[in-house]
């Protein structure tokens, strides 16, 4: 579950107080946070660090600042360094304990509070953080209980620590305590003026408990409840959506965020939400109205945001022309009152540079006072520039000024992918996942990256981090369905296509060509048949199945057994004589059979006569053509499929071959570089560019890196005897030699 500790750090660090004399250089930086104005203060206090090095208050207020500024990394050093003065161990002590919890640095926090009560044993806030984290870890409830009996000998009353109270006993499955304990905490909440939060907390809790003890229907009367009485409180709706996602039950989803900005207008926040989820559902029209809306607020500061907001949204739907002068709005408005901070200023060079203008986004860049910023936008520039190994520079030196930045770490992994660096790139996706999994889709392109060296394992350790805090979107759990099948986890599946089967049944065809496919690749084509033939898993007459009918017809034919699945195609197609989708299922299986060149021309430009631009009866037209030479036709016919489904990198590689075959090879290694620049572990990609550099004489750096990202993403026969061609070409004799025995060994293998 989501358990957030905002009531219970949001207290401890307000209280922590600073106290500082009157003929004082900070008197200034006082004021200038007073006003809101954090970022304006850095440098000042970088140049008081360096004249007064090892006062604990500057330092102090340095990290506070740098915290208070979304970046708890930078702050880190600096808090500890206050840290190591007696006086201000505990102020600056608990900032830094408060920060690493917050952070889920649950072992950092421990560390830090420890420390504290070492010299202060009767320090109710440190007791607090400690307590938090013991019970936020999952890994120690019993003492997360030692400190709160302490907590509570010390101060009976406290409302605080009722929180680890309860989520240990939760961990601890002692439920008379508990109810007991919420009973309590119900009490003290009456019995106090209490905030519309702490109770708002509570109710939400009763419901995340009915949620672990998997009372769905409980939980579901609960969120109700709890959504009827606190229709904005953040500590409901942020902590409501993970459960109606979990349940698939994305419409609900919609109507709490729409009820919260009804409720709420100035809610950036579900605002931006409910938008990003619209536009998933493809509402994008209804999206971006309501982003607009927020741009007309009277409130200079949330025009200002909102302007922001509706520049990310035209980032996602890659209109960076428009996201760059919705940026410029938003930096317009600021510079009215103010001069713009550099997170302001970030995001404007930032989308200067998706948008291509990369001389205003560097002039920007000279207004940005923040180096790690900085050096950002420079990496990006030089990445957009494919100027990559500059990139990784830029990129190093970030990592040292902000190492808590998840899309530096996303952007980097991408560059070392370009490089060649895929174990680099790894390492680099995996930081962003620790870091702030939500952040990028690090977790869905790992996997990938894993599943394509065939490391099922460890692409399911990496997809399903933290799933429960943070959902995957729909593509996560598909792509999650095809790892389960690669590693046999049956349950799991079974639960997920059930809920899908109920949730959003549009998507159960697809789930379960996707599970078959991952059976396929893990056991063969009679394991993906035997899956989808079980009893009740494919309804014919049922479009919403279409995917998986056709998965079962190409999976049937490998298999041999294809015959066996005409009566439900026959099924189908009487239930959805004119469906583009079912006849195309029809069409692919008298191409699979090998039926006459007319029949299946036919019944593919019946699909057309449906769907003039279905890309699969293109593909199919296209293969046609290919099979009987006719490789102009064929060519245009995938260029129609590609522009109708560009994500699809097979009809890439087709259009690729078919080029290849008409001698137009420059062209076919464009597209081919163009594609790997795209996916840069498409095994088959990297093959067919290596043999036209053979082809033309080359040996290059270049094809080498092609050869091996063919073994690394294939490691077949013919992909060590790839490398010991190139090998041979480069006169490396004995790295030839030492591939093709592995091609020798392989293909001995096979033959047993």
Not at 416 to 422: H, I, N, R, T, V
């Amino acid at each position: 579950m989501v358990w957030v500790m905002v009531p219970l750090f949001a207290a401890i660090l307000s209280s922590a107080l600073l106290a500082c004399g009157p003929a004082d250089p900070l008197t200034a930086i006082r004021e200038a946070h007073a006003r809101g104005r954090l970022e304006e203060t850095i440098e000042p206090l970088r140049s008081l660090i360096k004249e007064r090095p090892g006062d604990p208050e500057i330092l102090f207020i340095y990290g506070r600042t740098l915290s208070n500024l979304g970046k708890p990394g930078l702050a880190e050093w600096s808090l500890r360094e206050a840290m190591k003065h007696p006086d201000w161990l505990a102020t600056a002590g608990l900032r830094l304990a408060a920060d690493a919890a917050r952070h889920r640095n649950y072992d950092s926090a421990v560390e830090v509070s420890s420390k504290i009560l070492d010299v202060e044993s009767e320090n109710i806030e440190a007791l607090l953080v400690r307590a938090s984290a013991y019970t936020h870890s999952r890994m120690h409830h019993e003492l997360a209980l030692v400190d709160v009996e302490r907590v509570l000998e010390l101060d009976p009353d406290n409302l605080l620590v009722m929180e680890p109270l309860i989520l240990s006993l939760i961990g601890l499955e002692r439920i008379d305590e508990l109810t007991e304990a919420m009973e309590e905490l119900g009490r003290k909440i009456e019995e106090s003026t209490p905030s519309s939060g702490s109770s708002a907390w509570l109710c939400a809790t009763n419901a995340i408990f009915a949620w672990d003890s998997d009372d769905i229907e409980l939980a579901n009367s609960r969120w109700d409840k709890c959504l009827e009485q606190y229709p904005a409180e953040p500590e409901v709706v942020w902590k409501a959506l993970p459960f109606y996602d979990s349940e698939m039950r994305y419409e609900r989803s919609l109507e709490i965020l729409r009820a919260a900005i009804e409720a709420n207008p100035e809610a950036r926040p579900y605002r931006m939400n409910l938008a990003a989820r619209l536009m998933n559902s493809s509402a994008v029209d209804e999206a971006e109205e309501l982003l607009l809306a927020g741009t007309e607020l009277e409130n200079a500061e949330l025009a200002s945001g909102s302007w922001r907001d509706l520049a990310k949204f035209y980032q996602e739907m890659e209109k960076y022309t428009e996201a760059a002068a919705a940026v410029g709005r938003a930096v317009e408005i600021v510079e009215q009152v103010a001069t713009p901070q550099s997170t302001l200023l970030f995001e404007y060079a930032d989308s200067l540079l998706l948008a291509g203008q990369y001389k205003l986004s560097l002039e920007v860049v000279e207004r940005i006072t923040h180096p790690p910023y900085r050096e950002m936008i420079r990496a990006r520039i030089a990445q957009d520039q494919r100027d990559f190994p500059l990139a990784l520079a830029h990129f190093k030196t970030a990592f040292q000024l902000w190492p808590d930045n998840p899309w530096a770490r996303y952007y980097a992994a991408q560059v070392s992918e370009a490089l060649g660096d895929f174990d680099g790139a790894v390492e680099q996706y995996r930081h962003s996942i620790r870091i702030s999994p939500e952040a990028t889709d690090s977790r869905i392109h790992v996997a990938k990256l894993h599943l394509a060296q065939n490391r099922p394992s460890r692409a399911l350790q990496l997809l399903r981090v933290k799933v429960k805090e943070v959902p995957l979107s729909l593509d996560g759990e598909l792509l999650s369905l095809e790892v389960w099948a690669r590693n046999g986890a049956r349950l799991e599946i079974r639960k997920l296509t059930g809920k899908i089967r109920r949730r959003i049944p549009q998507y159960i065809g697809e789930a379960l060509a996707r599970v078959a496919k991952g059976l396929n690749d893990a056991k063969g084509p009679m394991a993906a048949v035997k899956s989808l033939r079980q009893s009740g898993n494919i309804v014919p007459s049922d479009l919403n199945y279409s995917e998986a009918l056709r998965a079962l017809v190409e999976y049937a034919h490998r298999a041999g057994v294809g015959d066996k699945v005409s009566g439900d195609l026959e099924e189908a197609l009487a239930a959805h004589p004119n469906a583009a989708g079912v006849l195309e299922i029809a069409a692919f299986r008298l191409e699979l059979t090998g039926a006459s060149e007319d029949a299946v021309r036919s019944a593919y430009n019946e699909v057309l006569a449906a769907e003039p631009e279905n890309a699969r009866a293109l593909s199919g037209l296209g293969r046609l053509a290919a099979k009987y030479d006719n490789h102009e036709l064929a060519l245009s016919y995938f260029d129609r499929a590609g522009a109708a489904t560009p994500d699809d990198t097979r009809l890439v590689m087709d259009a690729c071959r078919t080029l290849v075959a008409l001698g137009r090879t420059d062209e076919a290694e464009e597209r081919l570089n163009n594609l790997l620049s795209e996916v840069q572990f498409e095994g088959r990609a990297a093959a067919l560019l290596a043999e036209l550099h053979l082809a033309r004489g080359s040996a290059s750096d270049r094809t080498l890196d092609l050869a091996k990202r063919t073994v690394r993403f294939g490691g077949g026969v013919e992909d060590f005897n790839l490398l010991a061609r190139v090998h041979d070409a480069r006169d490396e004799p004995e790295l030839a030699k030492e591939a093709g025995d592995r091609a020798k060994a392989l293909l001995a293998k096979r033959a047993g």
